[in-house]
């Protein structure tokens, strides 16, 4: 079990991991484990997979923001993967998400996962904005 500095409370990465796995699980993803990736998620039944980087807040929100990029842009090694960053639905976060140029975000096909204090999971596709 992986265990968390700041706990699982929300805004904490922990709440932010948990809420992810809840919400693929529910969709209908296996979680895949044997990854560095924070989540793999994989649909059995239509073959979508999703590799996602969580984070939480700290005391440097904007260098974990990028760290958290950094991290998913050295793991897109499959152009069929969908690869998000998921983060509090906090204004500290939405404004580091806002931040990225949309061309970046279509370019790469970034998506954003917005976690609110009770767990539900909002889904940014990359032509949006959150």
């Known amino acids: 079990m992986q265990s968390f500095k700041r ?13 992810i796995e809840a919400h693929f699980s529910t969709i209908g993803f296996d979680l895949e484990s044997g990854s560095h990736a924070d989540l793999v998620a994989r649909n059995k039944n239509t073959g979508e997979r999703w590799l996602v980087e969580a984070k939480g ?35 500290r976060f939405i404004s580091q998400c806002r931040a990225v140029p949309l061309w970046i975000r279509q370019a790469l ?16 596709p990359p032509d949006e904005r959150p």
């Open 7 to 19: 706990g699982t409370d929300f805004p904490h990465e922990g709440f932010v991991q948990k809420a």
């Open 57 to 91: 807040v700290t005391t440097s929100i904007g260098l974990d923001f990028r760290t958290g990029l950094g991290q998913l842009i050295q793991r897109m090694a499959d152009p069929k993967t969908t690869y998000a960053l998921a983060v509090p639905r906090e204004d």
């Open 109 to 124: 096909r970034l998506h954003w996962l917005l976690v609110n204090s009770e767990g539900g999971v909002q889904v940014i």
